[in-house]
């Protein structure tokens, strides 16, 4: 099925900056400066913003006629230490954007923060990005983690049960907690605060040495190696749409 049939099928009339971020072109904020420079048109028109079209419309940037909404894309991504999960950072060296080379655009449901590494899940699908990213829905995320100092029973229990995290006000969920090594547990987390282990470890007053995500609902980052990515699909694929509870056409 093309992007342009699939389109037809599911909706009449969107606006044209989604439907330019849809067609991965660009975000819909770099969509909206396109169309305020005069670089869009509509049926040979210049296009005005907050602009609505139909699977009808011929809609061009800077002449190129777009083919409309790309099929869905889902990928598992390695993201390597001293990456940062972001579109445009100016103090950034190493920006997501630019280390993963995929033909179709994609963001995360889920970021992880420049000094973690792991398992990213990648999508062009904004609807499986909410229903991941709802803390409601409360989706597993396990994670590999060494801290600086000898693990105790005390600090075990303490993890498991929740934390106070002074920063933010805020209690975590409890949690599923296992020691691995003198240094190292696996932790399995239902919620996304910023930065919420490094946060839990340090009001128990223990420091993060490393950190990496391994799985996220049913997707494990497996042998990946930083950098990497594989494409999700067939049963592993619905299974994960089953658990967000969403639905969508996948690329292959």
């Known amino acids: 099925m093309s992007g342009r049939k699939q389109w037809k099928e599911t909706a009449e009339e969107i606006r044209l900056n989604k439907y330019l971020a849809q067609a991965g072109i660009c975000s819909r904020r770099d969509a909206d400066k396109l169309i305020e420079t005069g670089a869009v048109s509509v049926n040979d028109k210049i296009a005005a913003p907050g602009t609505k079209i139909t699977p009808d419309d011929k809609v061009c940037v800077r002449g190129k006629l777009i083919g409309g909404r790309q099929d869905t894309a889902v990928l ?35 970021r992880l923060d420049k000094d973690s590494e792991g398992l990213l899940l990648l999508t062009n699908d904004g609807k499986l990005i909410d229903a991941l990213m709802r803390g409601a829905n409360r989706h597993e995320k396990e994670y590999v983690v060494k801290v600086k100092k000898e693990i105790t029973p ?86 994960l749409y089953r658990i967000a509870g969403s639905k969508g056409e996948v690329y292959e």
Not at 172 to 196: A, D, M, S, W, Y
Not at 197 to 215: F, G, N, P
């Open 76 to 110: 598992a991504y390695y993201k390597p230490l001293g990456v940062i999960c972001s579109e445009r950072d100016k103090h950034a060296d190493r920006l997501l954007t630019d280390e993963l080379h995929f033909p179709v655009r994609v963001t995360y449901a889920g």
């Open 154 to 239: 005390e600090f075990l229990d303490a993890m498991s049960k929740g934390v106070y995290l002074t920063e933010l006000a805020k209690r975590t969920r409890p949690c599923k907690v296992e020691q691995t090594g003198k240094f190292t547990f696996h932790i399995v987390l239902t919620q996304g605060l910023n930065r919420q282990i490094r946060r839990m470890c340090r009001e128990l007053e223990y420091q993060v040495h490393s950190l990496k995500r391994i799985r996220v609902a049913n997707i494990e980052l497996g042998n990946l190696k930083p950098g990497e990515y594989r494409i999700l699909k067939g049963n592993e694929l619905k299974e």
